[in-house]
């Protein structure tokens, strides 16, 4: 699938991410077919349910660099992202990604216009898509 920048610009992305995948959709189409993104994985953890190399102090270690450039470069060029994700601060891989942005990635961040916690895996992809539409159409109605 081509980035938004690779084409045409996509006026309103969805990203839903947790610590495993990345899903972006362009949430004008019905029935967009997102593009998956995941963190590099050399050692196959994610594949397992418990791994001592994924936590250190009671920690999740944060994601790979090159997790974060990819949705970067995916999102280059959208007008407006919306972000849904779970959890909260350290465990919150949307708000690890949020915070990658503003520190690298500007450009992008600044194109941010919300985050909401929901619960991805209990939440079809038709549901996802009507709350993201939902969102923007309250958010672009002020």
Do not use: C
């Amino acid at each position: 699938m081509a980035t938004p920048d690779e084409h045409e610009a996509a006026p309103h992305l969805l990203v839903v991410i947790d610590h495993q995948e990345a899903r972006v959709y362009r949430t004008e189409l019905h029935g967009a077919v997102p593009q998956r993104l995941v963190p590099y994985d050399p050692h196959g953890f994610r594949k397992h349910l418990h791994s001592v190399n994924e936590w250190t102090e009671g920690k999740r270690q944060p994601e790979r660099k090159s997790y974060y450039e990819a949705i970067a470069k995916t999102l280059r060029g959208a007008e407006q992202v919306l972000l849904f994700g779970s959890g909260s601060g350290r465990s919150s891989a949307m708000d690890q990604l949020f915070a990658d942005l503003k520190e690298h990635h500007h450009d992008v961040a600044e194109k941010i216009i919300g985050s909401v916690v929901v619960n991805p895996h209990h939440t079809t992809e038709n549901q996802l898509l009507a709350h993201a539409r939902d969102f923007y159409a309250q958010h672009n109605r002020k």
